[in-house]
């Protein structure tokens, strides 16, 4: 009996940190424009960047889910209103949700790429398939994002693994030319900032689904482990051929190409894997948003139409350009982003002195 609990918590948690390994790989993060943007134009001084960055992300994981489950909290704007205060919780759930939406547009114009980079067909075309897949795992709730994501999860760490510790032995000898002279912590902080700030809502949800709070700390730290491994193997043969692959809108698809066989398939697999995954998540986040609305409520819109309404309206948005998005989209809402990083810690760690949440 005891080992039968004992593994129902076990599944609990591992599906818990496949949702958040699912949402923070996304287009970005998969295609190398991220890692390139933040961490790997600074030549080796870049995977410090890169490990600080997700070792906060798991420190506020873990904060966010852990005062999550201890208060019974089940809704982003209620969790903000707490963390907050009531009036400025909800102008920080408008302004994230705006973000949220910005970024699954984000990974929609990132499908659409990869979609017309390996598959020949055009950029819409790719757009339009992404968005009909997002409505129909949307209409699923939260069990469809736990479903996809322990499915596609697997598919992640291990075609990333390959991937990368492949590229990277037979790549060739290492070329370092960072060209920033920026701080790389600042950069890390960033980074890990804006990742929070459209995750914070799923795992809210996610929190529902786990009974105690060691299973909260317990998914923070796998999940945190298994991303920076992706990332370091991702980053790898990006450093060693830095002077070619920067100015690229999707270097590691270069990278995948210049392997070719199982190795190109192998990343093909976890680009579309991890822009879903992460499409997916963002759309729930803004559909249980807009879904808990007092304004949609007054007009009875029915929940089919928002979940329609949110992947056609980021499918529209899209079409501005992957690289635009994450050159300055990102960076300007990682800033924004800081302060709830800051506003999750504080009061965790207040709230820890107390002897009431963490």
């Known amino acids: 009996m005891k080992s039968e609990k004992r593994d129902k918590e076990t599944g609990k948690t591992l599906a818990a940190a496949g949702v958040i390994i699912s949402m923070m790989i996304g287009a970005g993060f998969a295609s190398g424009r991220e890692l390139m943007t933040f961490f790997a134009r600074f030549g080796e001084r ?55 939406f910005v970024i699954m547009a984000t990974m929609f114009s990132g499908f659409g790429a990869a979609y017309r980079e390996t598959v020949g067909r055009s950029f819409t075309e790719g757009v339009a398939v992404i968005a009909v897949l997002c409505f129909v795992t949307l209409l699923f709730n939260l069990q469809g994002i736990v479903r996809v994501s322990a499915v596609l999860a697997p598919v992640l760490v291990a075609g990333g693994l390959v991937f990368g510790l492949y590229s990277a032995m037979t790549g060739a000898a290492p070329a370092f030319a960072p060209s920033a002279q920026e701080s790389i912590i600042n950069q890390a902080f960033i980074y890990a900032s804006y990742n929070l700030i459209t995750a914070v809502p799923v795992m809210v949800a996610l929190s529902s689904t786990l009974g105690k709070r060691r299973q909260a700390m317990k998914a923070s730290a796998i999940s945190g482990g298994i991303i920076a491994a992706l990332g370091l193997a991702f980053m790898l043969p990006m450093i060693m051929n830095l002077p070619v692959l920067s100015g690229l809108e999707l270097p590691l698809l270069s990278v995948a190409r210049a392997n070719g066989g199982f190795v190109q398939l192998a990343y093909i697999a976890v680009l579309f894997a991890a822009i879903f995954t992460t499409a997916i998540s963002d759309g729930f986040a803004v559909t249980e948003w807009l879904g808990a609305s007092p304004a949609l409520k007054r007009l009875r819109v029915p929940s089919l139409a928002v979940k329609l309404a949110v992947p056609l309206g980021a499918a529209l948005l899209a079409h501005i350009g992957f690289s635009a998005f994450v050159d300055m989209v990102y960076p300007f809402f990682g800033y924004a982003g800081l302060f709830e990083i800051a506003a999750v810690l504080i009061y965790a760690l207040f709230a820890k002195a107390r002897g009431s949440v963490v």
């Open 46 to 100: 870049g995977y410090l960047g890169l490990v600080l960055a997700i070792v906060l992300l798991a420190l506020c994981s873990w904060a966010v889910m852990d005062i999550s489950v201890r208060m019974g909290i089940k809704g982003y704007t209620a969790f903000m209103s707490v963390v907050l205060g009531r009036r400025l919780g909800q102008i920080m759930a408008v302004v994230v949700n705006i973000f949220i």
